[in-house]
Nanobody
Framework: QVQLVESGGGLVQAGGSLRLSCAASGRTFSSYAMGWFRQAPGKEREFVAAISGIGQYTTYAESVKGRFTISRDNAKNTVYLQMNSLKPEDTAVYYC?????????????????WGQGTQVTVSS
């Protein structure tokens, strides 16, 4: 089992930037993909971005493509989500998740460990 701890959320004005971090422990970090998901009030959890085990492949939701960048530092067991040009509709609780295998995936069912979430609020 993987333990995940997110950090870096907060309040930012529209057009601003935030960087989320997620520190992992419990399994060899490079052996699994990592993903970011988010859930806004009254909405279902949705996929944001994912990165493969050694970082060579990434995938993004259309709504964040070109604004968000996912990366990982396997030496630090940490995955990041750099969020630029933030919009009010990006407001949500952001969760990092550890995949069951190295391959990048958007499917939440293929993630078996989840962090506690970090709040991101974008004001207009």
């Amino acid at each position: 089992q993987v333990q995940l701890v997110e950090s870096g959320g907060g309040l930012v004005q529209a057009g601003g930037s935030l960087r989320l971090s997620c520190a992992a422990s419990g399994r060899t970090f490079s052996s699994y993909a990592m993903g970011w998901f988010r859930q806004a009030p009254g909405k279902e959890r949705e996929f944001v971005a994912a990165i493969s085990g050694i970082g060579q492949y990434t995938t993004y939701a259309e709504s964040v493509k070109g604004r968000f960048t996912i990366s990982r530092d396997n030496a630090k067991n940490t995955v990041y989500l750099q969020m630029n040009s933030l919009k009010p509709e990006d407001t949500a609780v952001y969760y990092c998740a550890a995949g069951s295998r190295r391959l990048v995936t958007r499917n939440p069912d293929e993630y078996n460990s989840w962090g506690q979430g970090t709040q991101v609020t974008v004001s207009s």
